[in-house]
């Protein structure tokens, strides 16, 4: 596709449920990340993807927490029994691979609410 | 201490203005430097790209790397109303990004 595209764009769920979030990134990118951001704070690392390595997953906040990318292209990141503090904006970015003068590229994120 | 700190503000200038947004850093590892704009409710758009001290130009925006001080700039010339945004820096290691928390920036007609 042109850009990174993320679904839902908003996400507002009942604590204790799960939640899945969506990132499709720019096609031929091999790299994949996930970041949360929160008011007033910067991006928070999650986890990379890259190509079919292992990924990194050493950003995780808690087991709650997991993502997979399924044939080295779309991401899903599942958040289970959510929790009042998982409120944030989640943010794919992808960049052509991971190491070389890489770039970033950012969806627009999901804002998700969790009443 | 953050790897990255980066000046809070908010800033509000009069249009025209030249705006200097800063960043600096612990990590003698980081390679790259990067600044992102971010509208609200989109995600960071990237800005500028450097990898080397020193000064590099596109448009009305320069950015600006002193490795030795730790410290990067972005500076934006005859800024414009749809310069507000909040503007993030980030660096590099190759393979582990890294971003301050933003600076917002309001530029009045």
């Known amino acids: 596709g042109a850009g990174v595209s993320q679904s839902p764009s908003n996400k507002v769920t009942e604590k204790g449920k799960d939640v899945e979030l969506r990132c499709d990134p720019i096609?031929?990118?091999?790299?994949l990340y996930w970041y949360r951001q929160s008011l007033g704070q910067g991006l928070e690392f999650l986890i990379y993807f890259q190509g079919n390595s292992a990924p990194d997953k050493s950003g995780l906040p808690s087991d709650r927490f997991s993502a997979e990318r399924t044939g080295g292209s779309v991401s899903t990141l599942t958040i289970q029994r959510t929790q009042q503090e998982d409120s944030a904006v989640y943010l794919c970015a992808s960049s052509l691979q991971v190491g070389v003068n890489e770039k970033l590229f950012f969806g627009s994120g999901t804002q998700l609410s969790v009443l | 201490q953050k790897e990255v700190e980066q000046d809070p503000g908010p800033l509000s200038v009069p249009e025209g203005a030249i705006v200097s947004l800063n960043c600096t850093y612990s990590n003698s590892a980081f390679q790259y430097f990067m600044w992102y704009r971010q509208y609200s409710r989109k995600g960071p758009e990237l800005l500028m790209y450097?990898?080397?001290?020193g000064n590099k130009e596109d448009g009305r925006f320069t950015a600006q790397v002193d490795k030795s001080s730790k410290y990067i700039s972005l500076f934006i010339r005859d800024s414009q109303p749809s310069d507000s945004a909040t503007y993030l820096c980030a660096m590099s290691t190759g393979n582990q990004f890294y971003f301050g928390t933003g600076t917002s920036l309001t530029v009045i007609p």
């Open positions: 096609s031929g990118h091999t790299a």
């Open positions: 450097t990898y080397s001290s």
